[in-house]
């Protein structure tokens, strides 16, 4: 991909962007706004630690739940944003386009992955700020660990959201049936450890949701609390995944 091919997409994904700028402004308040929540929620719940261990466990698998459902929804609208987008080129044959002007369809990809890249690596940054002001004094992993699993997680959803958008023909459909393809993944996660079959999670591992879940649950509960759900699994295996 020459320079010239990446500058004349990189406007064109500015000009998209520039399009859907009410969702634009969402992306970037929802990190700061589903960070605080979370840091509130997690300080109120966990307190001093002078929890009992049979109180603390559901403590925290209650706050785990939480944790993968809002840090799913701070990368869902920046996924949607690109399934749209990607769908809408396909309405207006923008693959043609690029083929008259002798470009392949990895550059077309790319500055798509690329340019929402960027953003994701924002709100990882924004909400591991957030969240080591509120759980400075709580007992969780280290949060540059926290940082690229979050990174990780926005990367894989991205590109979860493009192979998405080759099953859809109307731009409508997609933005709608999108968000909920991108939290089915997620309800199963839960669904998982609430029903203890933690080490299950290991079989989704193509989904972004499922290696997250494990490196999240390691990172963010006592080693106690991990060992008992996730029951022998490894998390090197899950940040490989």
């Not at 002007?101 to 992955?113: D, T």
């Not at 193509?206 to 290696?211: H, L, V």
């Not at 991990?226 to 998390?235: D, N, P, T, W």
Request: net charge positive.
């Amino acid at each position: 991909m020459s320079l010239r091919q990446f500058s004349i997409l990189t406007k064109y994904y500015l000009l998209t962007k520039k399009r859907t700028w009410k969702t634009s402004i969402w992306e970037i308040i929802t990190p700061i706004i589903f960070g605080l929540i979370l840091g509130l929620i997690t300080k109120a719940a966990i307190g001093p630690g002078d929890l009992s261990p049979v109180t603390l466990l559901n403590v925290y698998s209650t706050l785990y739940f939480e944790y993968i459902i809002f840090l799913t929804i701070i990368f869902a609208s920046g996924c949607v944003a690109i399934l749209g987008a990607m769908v809408v080129d396909k309405e207006i044959k923008m693959k043609e386009t690029l083929k008259i002007m002798s470009m392949k369809k990895a550059p077309y990809a790319f500055h798509y992955f690329f340019g929402q890249g960027i953003a994701t690596l924002i709100s990882s940054a924004a909400v591991t700020i957030i969240l080591g002001l509120f759980l400075e004094k709580i007992e969780v992993g280290s949060f540059w660990e926290l940082f690229f699993c979050l990174l990780l997680l926005g990367l894989g959803l991205n590109s979860l959201a493009m192979t998405m958008s080759t099953f859809f023909g109307d731009h409508r459909l997609s933005t709608q049936v999108g968000p909920l393809l991108l939290f089915l993944p997620s309800s199963i996660v839960i669904y998982c450890i609430a029903s203890d079959a933690g080490p299950n999670l290991q079989w989704g591992y193509f989904i972004p949701q499922f290696p997250f879940a494990v490196v999240l649950l390691h990172w963010f509960t006592p080693e106690i609390v991990s060992k008992v759900i996730l029951k022998g699994v490894e998390v090197k295996y899950a940040w490989m995944a």
